[in-house]
């Protein structure tokens, strides 16, 4: 189920996520102006590269870690898989844990910009979030001829002083892949200790295999 799960969600970062920081000015303020202009730029961002972007892993990393990660809220989901381990932690140990979970978003996203396959996006209708909200889900629908649409849901969060919204979370078919690092992760962190966690972590992110089961690995 996590491997089915993975493939989704590699799917989803293929056609939405490396578009983050394209030349147009992007409105972090508002999460629908984000998420839109993001889609309509992600297909001639993939296009323009895509020979490199198939064949080069170190290309896509690096693409993925210059106009992806300042518009994703890492810390804030790396504090979320950590969860009630959280008050057993030092301020040093979740920050090393925050980057090593940083570089497995680049990693995985980075595995994921080989797998685009002329699936189409189809962006959803500009909705209006009041000043009042700091959480906010944005839907999108990925269609792909002679097979069902897969809804594809962003969660984003306001950040309270900057008002900038940033992207935590994104689920498909029901299933949040922040909850299935939570499932996965936290009971490694309670067995094993947020230090070992991390480094089986770093070790992860160092292979090319990025869509590997963490558990089990030493």
Do not use: C
């Not at 844990?97 to 990693?107: N, P, Q, S």
């Amino acid at each position: 189920m996590l491997k089915k799960l993975m493939a989704v969600f590699s799917l989803a970062a293929a056609l939405i996520l490396p578009g983050f920081a394209a030349a147009a000015p992007v409105d972090m303020h508002d999460p629908y102006k984000m998420l839109i202009t993001v889609a309509d730029q992600t297909f001639s961002e993939i296009k323009a590269n895509s020979d490199r972007v198939k064949n080069d892993v170190a290309y896509r990393r690096d693409l993925i870690r210059r106009q992806l990660m300042p518009y994703v809220d890492s810390t804030y989901a790396a504090y979320k898989v950590i969860g009630n381990n959280l008050k057993n932690t030092s301020k040093e140990e979740r920050a090393a844990f925050a980057d090593a979970f940083a570089d497995y978003i680049v990693a995985s996203y980075a595995d994921a910009l080989g797998k685009y396959d002329k699936q189409e996006l189809v962006s959803p209708a500009y909705q209006q979030v009041g000043p009042e909200e700091n959480m906010v889900n944005v839907k999108f629908i990925i269609r792909e001829q002679g097979k069902q649409d897969l809804e594809l849901l962003f969660k984003l969060r306001k950040n309270s002083k900057s008002g900038e919204w940033r992207a935590y979370d994104m689920v498909a078919e029901n299933i949040s892949m922040l909850s299935a690092k939570q499932s996965e992760l936290g009971p490694m962190i309670r067995e094993q200790g947020i230090a070992a966690v991390t480094d089986i972590l770093v070790k992860h992110n160092a292979s090319l295999n990025a869509s590997a089961t963490l558990s089990g690995e030493q």
